[in-house]
């Protein structure tokens, strides 16, 4: 199972079977059910997780006590609350299993310990934020630029397998538009004539 | 001048007088004037860069011909449109001086060599990525969660050295507010009784 990391981690890096061993002896292997919570909001953010197998989320609640998704994680994708995670502090965000899931936990703690022993994870690490930061900048150009049914319609045209395994709800929510307003959309367009 | 880059380096990793020496060559030192375009929308993005002094903006326009700002960076900020330098790809943004400023660039090849030279280097980009990210996600968090007086606030409350230096518009643009609603909180904020 822990093979998604060892390739994840040699798309980026060059790293042998036998150092890959030592380097998993620093994460937990985590399995979790269908809508089980993995952190609690509130709690102390010290685990940085990836995904094996499964899919999760990360969300807070707003004032109205409506959920909104900020990240998705499935295969191969690291998930925290990444701030917090640096500064050692208290998470604002809840993650949750959306389907059957195994993770790999790294405490801060340990990730340091790993990139020192193994400094080129550095280089690893480096490239999957430099992505995730610039991925994030567009996120937030689609927010100013685009119209809702844009946005949704750009989501799922990039990223199909995230449309075709995540609820519609959590796409929704992701996306900052309400369910009703994306079963909306769908409608309208699977009623206009091509 | 330079000397800004030099502590920033040695606020995550250690970096010797000699060893930076040779990093700076590896950077070419660029002056702007107040309003000047630095990069053009619709070129290739291969240079990522640190605001030795000043303070510059990244922005693309709406298709009602608005500038939307994405990103402001001052003194010690880097700035690039991440996920084009990652690929080598023409960028959607503009990136233009507010103030007279000096940066430093790094082409993505030279950007490349300097990381294989000095491995220690990831561990800056990788820790400057780590917290952009982070706080990407939690702008993002912000635009779902608060009414736009409460951005307004956080945001000057938070940075308020960007608050002071940078023109209200831009402001208001980065926070996906217009300028003539920021206009107006303010005065009402002035008015409110103590």
Redo the contacts between chains.
């Keep these: 199972m822990s093979q998604e990391l060892f390739k994840h981690l040699n798309k980026y890096v060059e790293v042998s079977e036998i150092d890959f061993k030592k380097i998993l002896s620093f994460f937990d292997s985590r399995s979790f059910s269908k809508k089980e919570i993995i952190v609690e909001a509130g709690s102390k953010c010290d685990l940085n997780h990836f995904v094996v197998q499964g899919c999760i989320h990360m969300f807070?609640i707003?004032?109205k006590g409506t959920e909104?998704t900020?990240?998705i994680a499935i295969e191969n994708w690291w998930m925290t609350?990444?701030?917090?995670?640096?500064n050692r502090g208290e998470t604002?965000?809840y993650i949750r299993a959306i389907e059957n899931t195994q993770i790999l936990s790294i405490t801060h703690e340990k990730q340091e310990q790993l990139?020192n022993q193994f400094?080129?994870i550095?280089?690893y690490?480096?490239?999957i934020?430099?992505?995730?930061?610039?991925?994030?900048?567009?996120?937030?150009?689609y927010?100013?630029?685009l119209s809702k049914e844009e946005i949704y319609f750009h989501f799922t045209e990039q990223f199909p397998e995230f449309a075709q395994r995540v609820p519609q709800y959590l796409i929704a929510s992701f996306l900052?538009l309400t369910p009703e307003y994306v079963s909306e959309i769908r409608k309208k367009n699977v009623l206009k004539p091509v």
Excluded at 129 to 141: E, H, N, T, V
């Design positions: 807070f707003d004032d909104r900020i990240q609350d990444f701030l917090a995670y640096h604002d965000f990139l400094p080129k550095e280089k690490f480096r490239t934020y430099q992505i995730s930061y610039g991925a994030s900048l567009m996120k937030i150009k927010l100013y630029d900052g």
